[in-house]
Structure formats: C-alpha cells, structure tokens
C-alpha cells in the first residue's frame, strides 16, 4: 500500500501564490509517477499536471499553464506544486495522485486532499 501526505493548501488572496506538498510512503518501490488533482464545487475531478520518476511533465489544464509548477524530490518520494497568480477559478480541493504499475495494470493512490480557496 502507498500512503499520499498533503499539506500546504489554504486561503488565499488573487494574484497570491501558494506550494502544495504531497509526501509518498509504504511501498513505493512501483510508483512510477506522481500528480495533482482538482476538483471545483459541481464540478470533475480534473489532472492538473503529473511527473514521472524521470522527470517528464505532463500539464492537462490549459487554464493553470505559465502559472503552476509541478516537480517532485525523488530522494524524499515528495512531489510538489507550486501555484502562482492564483485565481479565484483555481479554488478546488487539490488532490495528490500516484501511479503505480503492477501486472494488472496501473493503480491509483490517492491523498485526502487540501483545500486552496482564491479569494479577497
């Protein structure tokens, strides 16, 4: 089992800036990439952007593009997202995913989630 750690969300002013932590533990030996999630009031849970254990980014929401950073510490299994000139759009409960490929397949982990509410 692998065990997903958030921190760092929170309030927020527009325009602000704040650094999503996600720490990975268990066994983790198969992980092979780690993300954010988001997921708005009524809305779906939406990819934001995933690294694998390579280093190779994938970014999925146009909308956070130039302003989010995603990148992990391989050494302490911890991804993070930094989020700049934040919007109130961005408000979302952000989750932290891992991949992990077995041979049935990919498998999910999943964090509890950390709130990020843009607002003045």
């Known amino acids: 089992q692998v065990q997903l750690v958030e921190s760092g969300g929170g309030l927020v002013q527009p325009g602000g800036s704040l650094r999503l932590s996600c720490a990975a533990s268990?066994?983790?030996?198969?992980?092979?990439?780690m993300g954010w999630y988001r997921q708005a009031p009524g809305k779906q849970r939406e990819l934001v952007a995933h690294i694998t254990n390579g280093g190779h980014i994938t970014n999925s929401v146009d909308s956070v593009k130039g302003r989010f950073t995603i990148s992990r510490d391989n050494a302490n299994n911890t991804v993070y997202l930094q989020m700049d000139s934040l919007k109130p759009e961005d408000t979302a409960v952000y989750y932290c995913n891992a991949d992990e490929l077995g041979v049935g397949g990919v498998k999910q982990y999943w964090g509890q989630g950390t709130q990020v509410t843009v607002s003045s």
């Open positions: 268990g066994t983790i030996l198969r992980i092979y990439r």
